[in-house]
């Protein structure tokens, strides 16, 4: 696996909300047969499948032939909606979409799309988040980052000049992360940037290099991607394994590629 496939995974398992009384894992990528011994007759669940974590603890092909094409970068449950978004997935259990699509447990719904591509999803519980490399979704101009209500789409700032690559929410807050320089036109972004639920803002003074990944781990933010600096606004924090933390200032990671604000 690619470190850039782990730290995906990474952030796909940290985003998927706890169930109280449901103990299935969700999964998303690009894969078509199930080869396990007990599976060898039937076909795998097209990019997308359930883990259950029942007596045989086996891969559940809930999904069957009603899967997605293309390929799913990213997975996310609202309630008992699954979300999932990626790159070149026209249909959805027959049904047309464009690069994003909903499971409602029994059917794929379209909530519009984009022909550009999205790399991430992210929830509060109640919105939807997605980034990626786009200019419009659901016939609405938004570049990079959108926010659909359940019924709507909207934009999430004016522009920006980079894709997004991770999203992470914490509370009222949105952390957005890429390979962008600046965000909502003038707001001076390295590479990271946090939506407070009005107005956008750097975190620290942001990655010298692109962010990948990000994760919340009680109060401290980590990042990770392809950078070698994760700068703060006094004296900048080397950080050669490519790893940063952050709560209050960034501080080098221990893992390659990553870093935490703490």
Request: proline fraction near 3%.
């Amino acid at each position: 696996m690619r470190p850039i496939d782990a730290l995906l995974c990474l952030a796909l398992l940290l985003a998927s909300p706890a169930r109280a009384q449901d103990s299935s894992v969700d999964a998303a990528g690009t894969f078509g047969l199930d080869r396990t011994a007990s599976s060898l007759a039937r076909p795998a669940a097209p990019l997308a499948a359930t883990y259950a974590s029942d007596s045989c603890g086996r891969w559940d092909d809930q999904f069957g032939l009603r899967g997605v094409n293309g390929t799913v970068r990213a997975a996310v449950r609202i309630g008992t909606d699954l979300y999932v978004a990626g790159i070149g997935i026209n249909q959805a259990g027959g049904t047309p979409v464009s690069n994003i699509a909903k499971w409602d447990g029994t059917s794929w719904t379209s909530i519009g799309g984009t022909t550009g591509q999205l790399y991430c999803l992210a929830t509060d519980g109640t919105n939807l988040y997605v980034g990626g490399s786009f200019s419009n979704i659901g016939g609405v101009a938004a570049e990079n980052l959108a926010r659909w209500n359940g019924s709507s789409w909207s934009r999430m700032w004016t522009t920006n000049n980079g894709s997004v690559e991770a999203l992470a929410v914490r509370g009222t807050d949105l952390y957005a992360g890429g390979n962008f320089t600046s965000v909502n036109g003038n707001v001076a972004a390295s590479r990271i940037a946090r939506w407070n639920g009005s107005t956008w803002s750097t975190v620290g003074a942001g990655l010298m290099g692109s962010c990948y990944a990000l994760a919340w781990g009680g109060d401290t933010l980590y990042a990770a991607g392809n950078f070698n600096e994760a700068s703060t606004r006094g004296p900048a924090t080397t950080s050669p394994s490519g790893t940063a933390r952050r709560g209050r200032a960034w501080a080098t990671g221990s893992t390659a590629a990553a870093a935490r604000c703490a």
